[in-house]
């Protein structure tokens, strides 16, 4: 497998992660859903992938950067942006979660969105049994 596959590969399954997120095959693309609503667009192919995301707060920095284009199809004014990746270029991995925590917070119920800032369980500490003292 190719570095440019195994990133691509990382960034969809945490997409698919995310609380609710479910992936789908419109079009011939993979795409990961929440409820009916697509947040992330992406397609490989042997030597290039891209990734499709709506950015409310962010689209304007991410235009800025080299690879980023507003999406087609109208999409772009909705502030979605489009980023492509090319054998050779590493793909930004963190960045790319980061905005597809944004797009999924975009199109999520809130309900779901907010389990994103609930601590993990397995960060939460029992609570620990409280015991009566003999005498008190």
Known sequence: MTALKQEYESVLTFALSLPGAFE?????????????KVFVFSHLSDNRASFSVKLPQSCELALALPNVSPTGYGLGK????????????EIDVAMLREWVTESYRAVATKKLAKQLDAPALSAIEPAKKRTKRKGA
Do not use: C, H, I, Q
Request: proline share 4%; hydrophobic share 45%; aromatic share 12%.
């Open 78 to 89: 909705a502030g979605w942006v489009s980023v492509v990746f090319t054998d050779g270029l």
């Open 24 to 36: 789908d095959n419109p079009w011939g693309e993979r795409v990961a859903k929440v409820g009916k």
